[in-house]
């Protein structure tokens, strides 16, 4: 924090910058505030769909709808970029999964500095992919931190934190909703209190880090336990989804569940195909996948699939190579 106090329940002036759908519900609540949002940066409009046309970031069309200017610079180093935010003359810069970093130049600029709003309990999970990560490691809660920036990768004295539980249900689609709306109240909370918050450093020998996702990732092995299976499906929806092969086609897995029964068959073969679920043999225990998605297909439900395909993942057949 800098040695400025800001006023208790100022109208602070704010620079946004973001650019998914989690930063757009942090947004759409500070618009909402007496708070004053001076300009949106969001990441330049990236092609999408099967024509590759160009598309606005989910933050970008929010600053569009409420009149804001939406700047996209490529970087923030430039000469100019960095003039244009000086005269904003913003109290404070809000970032939330931007995906530019912000040059140490930036982050003096605004009066109080810049938070960050990060989708983990710090220091564990810093990094990329912080929801993903923490499923698949089969962590039981999560949350937000609001953190005040530094030159380093989420290295920055923390603000305010919120928990929420991981439920053996979540997916990374499910928590990822949870914590973007725990972080839209985590930063108006943290806003309106500025000048009473404690910034504590994060204690270094807790430190992981969420690396980025590989779609190499995604490739089941089999002779994992079931509920390592489990968790990588979570976490793996709805990106790259965990997948596996079955006769040399890909078959990907959009939902599952751990059995606690033990069996004898070999390890990724199927040994029961009903519609409530296709039961599959694993390392260590069972898994019903209850969801899946044959190559050239949309997704679909384990009874659905039977009907259309009942001897593709008959009893017996092997998954994976």
Not at 256 to 264: C, D, H, V
Request: aromatic share 4%; hydrophobic share 40%.
């Amino acid at each position: 924090m800098s040695s400025q106090h800001a006023p208790h329940n100022p109208s602070l002036r704010i620079i946004f910058a973001g650019t998914p759908d989690f930063a757009a519900e942090a947004l759409a609540a500070l618009i909402d505030t007496s708070h004053e949002v001076l300009a949106v940066y969001t990441q330049p409009d990236r092609p999408a769909g099967r024509g590759r046309k160009l598309k606005p970031s989910p933050v970008k069309q929010l600053a569009l709808k409420h009149q804001l200017p939406a700047l996209q610079p490529a970087s923030l180093k430039t000469a100019e970029t960095i003039e244009q935010l000086h005269a904003f003359d913003a109290d404070v810069m809000v970032v939330a999964a931007y995906g530019l970093l912000l040059p140490p130049e930036v982050l003096q600029i605004p009066r109080y500095g810049c938070l960050n709003i990060h989708a983990s309990l710090l220091p564990r999970w810093r990094g990329a992919a912080p929801i993903q990560r923490a499923i698949l490691a089969g962590d039981t809660q999560s949350g937000i931190t609001i953190m005040q920036m530094d030159a380093g990768l989420d290295t920055g004295a923390m603000l305010l934190k919120k928990s929420c539980l991981i439920t053996q249900e979540d997916t990374s689609a499910s928590l990822h909703d949870r914590l973007a709306v725990l972080g839209a109240q985590a930063i108006v909370e943290a806003l309106n209190q500025l000048s009473d918050l404690k910034a504590l450093p994060q204690d270094e020998s807790q430190v992981t880090y969420a690396s980025k996702l590989s779609k190499s990732e995604a490739l089941i092995d089999w002779h994992r336990s079931a509920e390592d299976l489990d968790r990588q499906v979570r976490a793996f929806n709805p990106w790259p989804v965990a997948q596996t092969t079955v006769n040399g086609q890909t078959l990907r897995i959009w939902a599952a569940q751990p059995l606690t029964e033990q069996t004898e068959g070999a390890t990724g073969t199927v040994i029961r195909s009903e519609k409530q679920g296709i039961d599959v043999a694993c390392g260590n225990g069972v898994l019903r996948i209850s969801r899946l998605q044959p190559a050239g297909s949309k997704p679909m439900d384990a009874a659905a699939f039977l009907n259309g395909r009942p001897d593709m993942l008959a009893p017996g057949t092997q998954l994976g190579d």
